[in-house]
């Protein structure tokens, strides 16, 4: 026994060995950092178009920034244009149908990469991206894509009854929402005359990133619009964003003389 007592030996210092530079692997090249973000929530309204009472064509839910990684910086809201409300319909669906933990961002790489998604704009131009940046508090959105002309009079508290707007409770400035480029309004049909230049209130066109063009719309003189919510966090690792997974907000229409 005593001759194999240098065998033995060698044979636990090459074991050693092999651990600890698996060790030094793993903590100086390292896995890759595995990043988890809560996605928002849905706090009062998620219109599901399917009325004509324009009073509930609005969009509200609270962003999820408390406990999470370092890496999130925001919440961002997307947007698809359509004009045959079942491809709407259609593209959603397919959006929530991975829309779950095990599939981790494939919902939001669907929705960006897949079926082109923009980012919400607005004006005046808001200047962040993603458009509501953290704090670490949970904030109100409430957002309606177009004013319905009849109802100017409004007070500060029952705006997204009637006005085309984005409000951030934690933020005075409130916005108008644009579509991405921060150049076009969602009133596609300038209802209120307020774009004598014809180049703001424009409908959309065959080719828009932002539109999905049927040559066979649900309906003449109306065009549907869905929104989701995502969080964001920036991979340092890959120097990239990361998503959530995705809030559906809705969808509503934009219609002629309404």
């Given at each position: 026994?005593?001759?194999?007592?240098?065998?033995?030996?060698?044979?636990?210092?090459?074991?050693?060995?092999?651990?600890?530079?698996?060790a030094?692997?793993?903590?100086?090249?390292?896995?890759?950092?595995?990043?988890?973000?809560?996605?928002?929530?849905?706090?009062?309204?998620?219109?599901?178009?399917?009325?004509?009472?324009?009073?509930?064509?609005?969009?509200?839910?609270?962003?999820?920034?408390?406990?999470?990684?370092?890496?999130?910086?925001?919440?961002?809201?997307?947007?698809?244009?359509?004009?045959?409300?079942?491809?709407?319909?259609?593209q959603?669906?397919?959006?929530?149908?991975?829309?779950?933990?095990?599939?981790?961002?494939?919902?939001?790489?669907?929705?960006?990469?897949?079926?082109?998604?923009?980012?919400?704009?607005?004006?005046p131009?808001?200047?962040?991206?993603?458009?509501?940046?953290?704090?670490?508090?949970?904030?109100?959105?409430?957002?309606?894509?177009?004013?319905?002309?009849?109802?100017?009079?409004?007070?500060?508290?029952?705006?997204?009854?009637?006005?085309?707007?984005?409000?951030?409770?934690?933020?005075?400035?409130?916005?108008?929402?644009?579509?991405?480029?921060?150049?076009?309004?969602?009133?596609?049909?300038?209802?209120?005359?307020?774009d004598?230049?014809?180049?703001?209130?424009?409908?959309?066109?065959?080719?828009?990133?932002?539109?999905?063009?049927?040559?066979?719309?649900?309906?003449?003189?109306?065009?549907?619009?869905?929104l989701?919510?995502?969080?964001?966090?920036?991979?340092?690792?890959?120097?990239?964003?990361?998503?959530s997974?995705?809030?559906?907000?809705?969808s509503?229409p934009?219609?002629?003389?309404?």
């Open positions: 026994m005593a001759k194999n007592t240098p065998c033995i030996f060698l044979k636990r210092l090459f074991c050693t060995f092999c651990i600890v530079c698996w030094s692997f793993f903590a100086n090249c390292g896995l890759d950092t595995v990043i988890s973000i809560n996605e928002p929530t849905l706090t009062k309204n998620n219109p599901l178009y399917s009325s004509d009472d324009y009073l509930t064509w609005y969009f509200s839910f609270t962003t999820n920034e408390r406990n999470q990684q370092d890496s999130f910086v925001g919440t961002e809201i997307y947007y698809k244009i359509y004009n045959n409300y079942s491809n709407l319909v259609s959603r669906n397919a959006i929530i149908s991975v829309n779950t933990t095990s599939n981790g961002t494939a919902a939001a790489s669907k929705m960006i990469d897949t079926y082109t998604y923009q980012p919400l704009g607005t004006y131009v808001s200047g962040a991206s993603p458009f509501i940046e953290t704090n670490g508090t949970n904030k109100d959105v409430i957002l309606r894509l177009k004013t319905y002309t009849g109802n100017e009079s409004y007070s500060g508290d029952d705006i997204e009854s009637f006005r085309a707007c984005v409000k951030i409770s934690s933020e005075l400035q409130s916005y108008v929402p644009y579509r991405n480029g921060n150049t076009k309004s969602f009133d596609f049909f300038d209802d209120d005359n307020d004598n230049a014809k180049t703001r209130d424009i409908e959309p066109e065959d080719g828009d990133s932002d539109f999905y063009y049927s040559s066979s719309p649900s309906s003449s003189d109306t065009y549907y619009v869905q989701f919510a995502v969080g964001v966090a920036f991979d340092s690792d890959n120097l990239s964003n990361t998503y997974l995705v809030l559906d907000l809705g509503v934009i219609k002629k003389d309404n």
